[in-house]
């Protein structure tokens, strides 16, 4: 497949956890690669949430998501999972997943340096 897929949306009551995975191009196999997860709300800005480099695993996540996130990878499925626990109604939004490569680090928070993108899924945290 040419862009990432991702799935696991859904509508979960505040406090909620949600487990997102996203398929990855299969481009992963080779080095330098990053997978950000990233999410928008109705009329606001895609804004980053978390990503992951494919050959070290090192893991960079906002300040609104860190501690209550975990973005991990599975090589063999080529798969990027973002497990999201504590929820909060500001987590709501789409989330797409993105892959790109040679992403330095000052710039891994741009959504301008991911080339794929998926679909994105809706999660709606709510009661």
């Known amino acids: 497949q040419a862009q990432p897929v991702e799935s696991g949306g859904g509508l979960v009551q505040p406090g909620g956890s949600l487990r997102l995975s996203c398929a990855t191009s299969?481009?992963?196999?080779?080095?330098?690669?990053?997978i950000g997860w990233f999410r928008q709300a109705p009329g606001t800005e895609r804004e980053f949430v978390a990503a992951?480099?494919?050959?070290?695993?090192?893991?960079y996540y906002s300040d609104s998501v860190r501690g209550r996130f975990t973005i991990s990878r599975d090589n063999p499925r080529n798969t990027v999972t973002l497990q999201m626990n504590s929820l909060k109604p500001g987590d709501t939004g789409v989330y797409y997943c993105?892959?790109?490569?040679?992403?330095?680090?000052?710039?891994?928070?741009?959504?301008?340096?991911?080339?794929?993108w998926g679909q994105g899924t809706q999660v709606t945290v709510s009661s």
């Open positions: 992951i480099r494919w050959s070290s695993r090192s893991t």
């Open positions: 993105a892959e790109g490569t040679g992403i330095i680090l000052s710039s891994i928070r741009n959504r301008g340096s991911y080339a794929y």
């Open positions: 299969g481009r992963t196999s080779s080095s330098h690669y990053t």
